[in-house]
């Protein structure tokens, strides 16, 4: 009865979002307050009714209701509860619910905060959404509806979730994702609704940027979150590998990153109009993709869902129509816009088109590597693969290069900045910068390292430029403390995820370079020694969980006479399933993580396994975490709260009017 | 010329020098990390060199798993069912690894014609069968369904 409940609650969002999708932008075509009114009600009548869907779902796994076919894939009666409860997602009809469910969120939370957004507006934005909305909403219904019943005879009980998925990682990873993912949906709706009004002005762009923002911040956490979860999880000792379904987050993640830059320019210069819109237009396009490659199942992965050819023919089509039609829109509309070009080669406009310039670029080298074997394979029939190789040799010198200019951008000014002030400022940092990667190296390694040096000199320029720039602001303040609270949200959020850049670099080059692993066969009682760790196998025995049973082994490590660590790595076969699956252990640490994958016993308590010591790995995640922090404050910058307060207490008058001045102000 | 156009020319000509760069750089990137994927039927054929890297997809033949006592050496058979070869690999295999399960192997052919296999792929998801390995049992005409469907691009 309840999974039928869910059904039905799907069927009335989606006639709900049908009204949304049309209503309100007819609304305000034709200037019809009412139509237009209807946005907001008919945004929380799906978000109600979605919700409803998915507790239904969530209710048909914490019941152990096996007659639903999804549920009887991805749970068992032995599951542990937490297991139960986020097998919705185990999935791929779950989880494009879960999905869906959080674009209605987003939606909820537009009609929530957009008070001071002129009415028809909103129901523009609304109503792309609801158009959006719609299409996900009938693609579930007609391929992948997660309440399919098994009729007539269910199962005694179900197939169990997937062993490598009951995991915090999978609790965290996949909604975290999502909601970033889907995010950058609200900042394309806002695209449109702009494109569609005609009206993209400074107003736009400051309504547009708190959620992009965050939009990016929490993709940022749920790509790291994903990272995290493959270190300890698939147990190769990688964080990142390329791999066809956790580029498309990384694709929109460097379109969003350039969106945000370009949204900046767009607010506080109104330049770079046409550019703005067509990014968020490509990082939504982005996140489509991944939906379309990770369900349509025509790339090997590790994510790939297993899935029938109509499911990527249907999103295909959503892709198709969403995409061509957006673009088309652009193509109608962008000639009107009015760019200007008021500024120098040394100004902040420039270096932030610098910045757009690598970041899309580097977004579409990955965007080909990604879809060349399927392109490959459909006019020369041949299947191919393309490795982390091609992918290394173009990302990591465009994000050095990259680098250089996250240094110069924060020093700079808007329209003109002289040659003669950026060299006088950045003479320093430079030299600070090849002191510190010149020595440090020198001093813990005692002897040279390119590598090393490299990336100290870039992650010390980000860092003292950033610290430079903070330096002039408050050099003619009467007190310093009082310089540094004079100082925006929003600039405190640059700074924290400029830092974060520089902590990731120093993570992921210095991770990549001095990582040493080692896969041996120990027999009880020996000893390897790897990168001065001296690691001891000291026994094995069988355990037994609640829905596994396994073998779990026990080794000591030592540096020079101190016992660091006991880890206790697992190899465990999942019974429902009969799926094996392998626990790492790891001591983490601030400077270095040990690492050690149990492989397979090979005699009487002699046991194959790989240890690992990964320095500084930690850093890419908190590198991640300043990132998205930033990310966070810059949106709360009381710039938006105060219009926000302002526009209130005028209502009716257009925000942009009042909001002119104070901009300048601002800047 | 007026200055605010010299100076829109000015930014298409950096903006398209730069892209003219990476596209070079990606094209050669590309063509130096193409592996190519053949079928064990393929590799019977000789259509592969030795010391070529690619990529082969097909089943571990039921009872060929060898695994050594004392080194982290395995071989075992990778077939689609008409044709086998023999792969060398040394470290720990996938955990989903198994006899009869669809993997992929990456690495090259050494002049005995055995398979130096770098890198051995086998999917979290057991009802997922990989583009590779199902092209291999479709073109031996030996896929689980019976029926010839080759996935459609």
Not at chain 1, 42 to 71: C, E, K, Q, R
Not at chain 1, 256 to 281: C, Q
Not at chain 1, 393 to 421: D, E, Q
Request: hydrophobic content about 50%; overall charge neutral; proline content about 4%.
């Amino acid at each position: 009865m309840i999974p039928e409940l869910g059904s039905f609650s799907l069927i009335l969002a989606l006639c709900l979002s049908a009204l949304l999708g049309v209503l309100p932008i007819a609304g305000a075509h034709f200037n019809n307050q009412v139509w237009i009114s209807m946005a907001r009600p008919l945004t929380a009548g799906v978000f109600v009714f979605l919700g409803l869907a998915i507790s239904a779902l969530a209710y048909a796994f914490v019941t152990d209701d096996f007659s639903v076919s999804f549920v009887a894939q991805h749970s068992n009666t032995l599951l542990p509860m937490r297991y139960k409860f986020t097998a919705v997602w185990g999935g791929h009809e779950g989880s494009f619910l879960l999905w869906t469910f959080m674009l209605a969120g987003w939606m909820l939370l537009v009609g929530v905060f957009s008070k001071t957004v002129p009415a028809e507006f909103v129901a523009r934005v609304l109503g792309v959404l609801g158009i959006l909305i719609f299409s996900y909403i009938l693609f579930m219904l007609s391929t992948s509806n997660p309440f399919d019943r098994i009729v007539p005879l269910p199962p005694a009980d179900g197939a169990d979730l997937n062993s490598a998925l009951q995991d915090i990682g999978f609790i965290l990873h996949p909604p975290t994702l999502y909601m970033g993912y889907v995010g950058f949906s609200v900042v394309f709706a806002f695209a449109i609704a702009a494109l569609l009004s005609g009206r993209m002005d400074a107003a736009w762009a400051r309504w547009s940027r708190p959620w992009a923002n965050v939009a990016w911040a929490i993709l940022t956490v749920g790509i790291a979150l994903g990272s995290w979860w493959a270190y300890y999880e698939l147990g190769w000792g990688g964080w990142w590998a390329w791999d066809p379904v956790e580029n498309p987050p990384m694709i929109t993640w460097l379109l969003g990153t350039a969106l945000i830059h370009s949204l900046a320019v767009t607010e506080k210069r109104g330049m770079f109009k046409s550019w703005t819109v067509l990014l968020a237009i490509l990082a939504f396009s982005g996140s489509l993709l991944g939906t379309f490659i990770t369900r349509s199942g025509l790339l090997t992965s590790v994510h790939a869902f297993a899935s029938d050819p109509s499911r990527g023919f249907f999103i295909l089509g959503i892709l198709g129509i969403s995409i061509g039609g957006s673009l088309l829109l652009f193509a109608l509309r962008a000639p009107l816009m009015k760019g200007s070009f008021g500024f120098e080669h040394t100004s902040r406009e420039f270096f932030l088109l610098v910045n757009n310039v690598i970041l899309v670029v580097s977004a579409a080298s990955i965007f080909l590597g990604t879809l060349f074997p399927m392109v490959y394979q459909a006019f020369t029939d041949d299947l191919i693969s393309i490795g982390p190789p091609y992918f290394n040799t173009i990302f990591v010198p465009l994000m050095m290069l990259l680098f250089v200019f996250v240094g110069v951008g924060p020093l700079s000014r808007w329209k003109r900045t002289s040659s003669a002030y950026l060299v006088a400022q950045l003479s320093k940092v430079l030299f600070a910068s090849l002191v510190i990667g010149l020595v440090i190296p020198l001093i813990v390694l005692a002897e040279f390292s390119l590598a090393a040096t490299v990336t100290l000199i870039l992650a010390s320029w980000i860092v003292f430029a950033i610290s430079k720039d903070i330096g002039n602001k408050i050099v003619n303040k009467r007190s310093k403390v009082d310089g540094l609270k004079a100082l925006g949200l929003s600039y405190y959020g640059m700074v924290l995820a400029h830092i974060g850049i520089a902590v990731m670099l120093i993570g992921a080059a210095l991770t990549s370079y001095f990582s040493e692993e080692r896969s041996v066969l120990l027999r009880l009682g020996e000893s390897v020694n790897l990168g001065g760790y001296v690691f001891t196998l000291k026994g094995s025995e069988r355990i037994e969980g609640p829905n596994y049973v396994g073998d779990e082994a026990e080794l000591t490590v030592v540096k020079g006479d101190e016992l660091l660590t006991v880890l206790y790595p697992q190899r465990r076969l999942y019974v429902a399933s009969g799926t094996p699956s392998t626990e790492m252990a790891i001591d983490a640490g601030f400077l270095r993580d040990l690492f050690v994958t149990l492989g397979e016993e090979k005699g009487a308590g002699a046991w194959s396994m790989t240890l690992y010591v990964k320095p500084f790995v930690r850093w890419i995640w908190l590198g991640a975490i300043l990132m998205a922090l930033g990310g966070t404050l810059a949106s709360a910058d009381k710039r938006y709260r105060r219009l926000r307060v302002k526009a209130a207490g005028k209502s009716g008058v257009r925000s942009d009017a009042l909001a002119a001045p104070e901009l300048q102000a601002a800047s | 010329m007026k200055a605010h156009r010299r100076k829109r020319l000015g930014v298409i000509m950096f903006i398209a020098a730069g892209l003219s760069v990476a596209v070079g750089l990606t094209l050669y990137a590309l063509s130096q990390n193409i592996d190519l994927f053949y079928t064990p039927t393929q590799v019977a054929q000789g259509e592969v060199n030795a010391g070529q890297r690619i990529r082969i997809g097909g089943m571990v033949r039921e009872g060929s798993v060898q695994s050594a006592v004392d080194s982290l050496v395995v071989r075992f058979v990778a077939t689609d069912y008409i044709n086998d070869v023999s792969i060398y690999h040394e470290g720990i295999l996938p955990d989903l690894f198994r006899e009869g399960q669809g993997i992929v192997v990456e690495g090259s052919l050494d002049s005995a014609g055995v398979f130096q296999a770098s890198r051995v792929l086998a999917k979290h998801d057991e009802n997922y069968m990989s583009p590779e390995v199902k092209a291999a049992l479709d073109a031996a005409g030996t896929s689980p369904e019976g029926a010839v469907t080759r996935p459609e691009t």
